[in-house]
Every structure is written in C-alpha cells, then in structure tokens.
C-alpha cells in the first residue's frame, strides 16, 4: 500500500524521508527521523512503534542494519513488516517480511534506500533510486523528485490517497514536515511537492524565526511586521 525513500545528504547531514501511500495519513504513522541520528520509513502493516525503536538503537552507536534486525525482534509480527532505515555513515538497511502485500520490493542507492508494497510493478524502487541519485539541489528537492519517479515508473497498484515530505536538520524538531492526510481526488504527491515549493524558501528563516526571533525576516502578514 506504500511506496518510500528515505536517504541523507552528505554536504548538509540533513536526514529525510518521501512516502506515498492509498491509505490514509501515511506519514504521520510511517515517516520518521531525527537529527544527527537517522531517518527510518515503518510499512506495510504499520506498527509505528518500530520508528522511534530504530531511532532510539540509532542513537546509541548501533548502524543501520543492526538497528532494523533489533526493531525486527522486538516486534510479534516481523513477517509483516516493511522497515528501511539509513544512519550517520550512510548505511542502509530494509527489512522486508515474507508476508508484506502485493508486489514488494527494494533498492539501495548512494545515501537512499527506497521500497513498496502492493506495487504496480517491481521496478517502482530503482526508478526512485535512480531518480535520487542523478537529481541535484537540496535533499527536498531530491526526495520530491524520487517520489514522483516512483509515481511515474507506476506507482502504487491502487489510488495514492496521502503522501508527505518530513526532513530534519540540526535542531529537535523537522526542518520541514508537510504532509497530506487524505485527497478523494487530485495527487497528493503532486500536492506535497507544491507545499515544498512554497516551504523551502522560507525554511531556514522559520528556524531562524525559532532560534533569535531578532533576526528573523518579515513576510508582511497582519501584525508581522
């Protein structure tokens, strides 16, 4: 029911994750990162409680790999489970059980990982990879672009309801998390990259605005001046 990528940029340390999904609200439950530590995507049969596990064995020093196999055996259910995850040194890590729905499968990349399940056809990752590595500019723009080459390589089997765009920087919170929970009709993939291009030039300024808001820029809204 999802396809995801989740990857790091190697000039800024920034980590993300791009996710799609026919099922509502797929990021608030499958998308998760952490500055300086990692970013990880849960999947197929979502038990969130996997995300913050991974993080959390991120955090401590354990790589990737090691980090996903701990969140796989803490879990009752890992044949359902579809995890990737990527840390500090670019290492990358998937987890895809036996009983993940439909077509489903993987691809690893130079500082990315992307994977789906219930796919329209097996080809819908590498197609994300591909689309990552060879895309330049900000580690948004790379994730929009991935994401909307996992669209266009086929996508999901079914409709893509909701999809969102989480990335994080050096602070305790996301530098961007934009997410849309649910669209009947339109592409909420394509909707998730024109909230990024709205966002992304005001990005910076919005932590600035956190950190000293003395220095933060005006847009002119009522009462901001």
């Not at 989740?6 to 500055?35: D, H, N, Y």
């Not at 009752?76 to 059980?97: C, M, V, W």
């Not at 994300?128 to 500019?137: A, H, I, Q, R, S």
């Not at 999809?163 to 909420?188: M, S, T």
């Amino acid at each position: 029911m999802t396809f995801s990528i989740v990857a790091r940029c190697e000039k800024t340390g920034q980590f993300g994750v791009a996710i799609s999904s026919s099922s509502p609200a797929v990021a608030a439950r499958c998308a998760w990162a952490q500055a300086g530590i990692g970013a990880v995507a849960t999947q197929n049969v979502t038990n969130p409680a996997l995300g913050p596990k991974i993080l959390e064995e991120l955090a401590k020093g354990t790589n990737a790999a090691d980090a996903v196999a701990a969140a796989r055996q803490s879990d009752g259910f890992p044949d359902y489970r579809q995890l990737l995850a990527i840390d500090t040194e670019g290492n990358k890590a998937i987890h895809s059980g036996p009983k993940a729905l439909g077509i489903w499968t993987s691809s690893t990349g130079r500082q990315c990982v992307a994977a789906g399940n219930l796919l329209a056809n097996d080809g819908v990752p590498q197609a994300m990879v591909d689309t990552f590595e060879k895309t330049p500019g900000s580690l948004g723009d790379r994730l929009i672009a991935a994401l909307k080459a996992g669209t266009d390589a086929g996508g999901e089997a079914g409709p893509v309801r909701s999809a969102g765009l989480l990335i994080v920087d050096k602070q305790a919170w996301p530098y961007a998390e934009l997410r849309i929970d649910w669209l009947d009709e339109g592409c909420p993939i394509a909707a998730v990259a024109q909230s990024w291009a709205v966002y992304k030039p005001q990005a910076a300024d919005y932590v600035t605005r956190a950190l000293n808001p003395l220095a933060a820029p005006s847009y002119g809204v009522p009462g901001d001046e």
